[in-house]
DNA sequence: TACTGGCACTCCATACTTCCGAGTGCCAAG
DNA sequence: CTTGGCACTCGGAAGTATGGAGTGCCAGTA
């Protein structure tokens, strides 16, 4: 169907047209690419690809420009990820090391790849549920008031305060304390509610009201938290390509939660490192322009979360693919040794 | 100079201008208003107008614009701030009364703000140097390791992670924390440094290098939070008021956090509970054609950081101010409550 | 003195036209 | 299957009208 030549000249079409930005026509494929062939040549194989609907031309008597499919036959098969300069991975590491706790580590991860790709970058915070817990802790603030403080080996830390049925002594807020920290070390978020299932019969019963509120605002944070929260950066990257019309719309996508997480969390398959979604592959319909690409990042085989980049269909691929997965991997291990 | 009749045509052609978007000429003028006088008298006093520098034409035989000058003359002396309808203020309570910790009151302020003014809205986390120590907590949570949590009077949580010199064993961490406690509780965080000035003369001679390692962090703590952290929402409402050009400028000072700072930090006279800077009176080039709404926020008569909104000069102030002030007495009220 | 109507003038925005050339599809020949 | 030639298409740039909103000025009026 495809022979290797038209293969290659879909190649060049969408190299040409990412770094022109201009529908490419047979004469300046033929002129900037040794193809071997002539212009006329080139111009029935654009004919069939377009006719495949890999290509399309805006206008008649314009240049082609790759449709969605022609760009996925692209990533999929005609290109491969781009390493990174040493240059540009030691300016990760060593941007990426200054950082003392996760909002920092997720901060400056998420501004390191806005700027390394010249596109917005999105970046999940670890899952909750996928992480562990480390600590918990219980601080008495006010007569009534508990602040419960939950600390999991990525080092995030959730806090809610807790309302109590009566005053509470420091020795009930010290034994229970000990309690959960027995019940809860090292145990994953996910086990927490069976884990905890039992704890109000091992304190006294004048204890267990205040056992029971505990309890209730801890498994609370499980559900409310869960892996919702989620940063962008870059957004002044999109004023610079022409969105046009549709900015506003792609503006609008990501300010929402919402929509932000479809867009990591719906993943492709799993054999690849990285995982791309073209054009109106996207969940959202205000990103029918864009693309995004997205990988995992976690410590050793454990996945934690998600990270990408969104830009618009028309972008270095390649490269763009090769800086997400550095940056992940980068952090990954950020986030082991800490 | 400027007598009555030159001030009412002023505040008008603002108002105009601002509804409409297009340069008013003084036949529309005399029609939408109804100023008494004929287009030619407008004409006369918008030639003094002009002169003085109040308005301009952006050409030759268009209408007239107000400059930055004009706008100021407006919102100082010419318009009353417009007070949230009572709908508009039920809706910001129970918006706001939902949140459950301080990233959540400040996240739904600041998503608030911006669909309440359509514009960008930018709010400060209350600083750290402004408020007090609620509750210090130390948690061991490797050999070598201690998590340091510092719990404010806002509900603002910091955690550290501190490396000690060597083991520590739980009764130090436990005689450490009581030590800190007992300084610090209630303390103005600006005081802590003399609060603990004398704390490693109470410890055991072998705690000391452990005592003095909490302490660095403590502090490293309180510097490099001070109030740094600033976040906005309602980027894609820019979209839609033409900044043409600039869009790209205005989006890169959002994203710095330092402009951001600069932008509600250098406050104007504190004799009005809503300060307004106007186009090129900002601090950042790129903001030249931006005006931003602020005011400060606290609880009771504590100031504790500030909050605002950005957009175009030509904006409606007196609505924005009325929606800053009311968002900003809101907050304060929910921050006491919590 | 302050205001008004009239008038000539300016000049932007819009619409219309022209024109160039890059690009195409098709065809006959190699 | 590939190539050069050729007629055709059509978008975009550049140039050309035209209309109308707005101005400044001036002489007349209350």
Excluded: W
């Amino acid at each position: 169907m495809l022979d290797d030549r038209k293969l290659a000249v879909l190649r060049a079409i969408v190299e040409d047209y990412v770094s022109t930005n201009e529908p490419v026509g047979s004469k300046s494929l033929a002129d900037r690419h040794n193809l071997g062939v002539s212009p006329a040549t080139i111009r029935n194989d654009m004919a069939v690809l377009e006719e495949q609907g890999y290509i399309t031309q805006p206008h008649t008597s314009a240049g082609r420009v790759p449709t969605d499919k022609g760009y996925r036959l692209f990533v999929d098969r005609l290109s491969t990820i781009k390493p990174l300069s040493a240059a540009e991975r030691r300016a990760i590491e060593t941007f990426l090391s200054g950082a003392y706790d996760l909002d920092d580590v997720v901060g400056r991860t998420v501004r390191l790849l806005a700027q390394l790709t010249r596109q917005v970058a999105v970046v999940q915070y670890p899952s909750l549920t996928r992480s562990t817990v480390r600590h918990v802790e219980l601080v008495p603030v006010a007569s009534h008031r508990l602040l419960l403080v939950l600390i999991t080996n990525t080092g995030r830390v959730e806090q809610r305060v807790i309302e109590t049925p009566r005053d509470v002594s420091e020795e009930t807020v010290g034994h229970l304390r000990a309690l959960l920290n027995t019940c809860l070390d090292g145990c994953g978020l996910g086990e927490v509610p069976n884990a905890v299932a039992d704890l109000p019969e091992k304190v006294a019963v004048d204890d267990r009201p205040v056992a029971a509120a505990v309890l209730s605002v801890l498994l609370e944070t499980l559900v409310e938290k869960h892996d919702e929260k989620i940063v962008f950066a870059g957004a002044a990257n999109l004023a610079a390509v022409d969105f046009s019309q549709s900015l506003r719309e792609v503006l609008e996508a990501l300010e929402e939660q919402v929509v932000l997480m479809r867009l990591l969390g719906e993943v492709g398959d799993s054999s690849s490192s990285v995982t791309v979604r073209i054009g109106t592959e996207n969940p959202d319909e205000g990103l029918r322009f864009t693309s995004v690409v997205a990988a995992d990042y976690g410590v050793g085989d454990r996945t934690l979360a998600r990270l990408g980049v969104l830009g618009p269909t028309r972008m270095d691929y390649p490269s763009t693919m090769g800086a997400v997965r550095a940056v992940a991997r980068y952090v990954g291990q950020i986030l082991a040794g800490s």
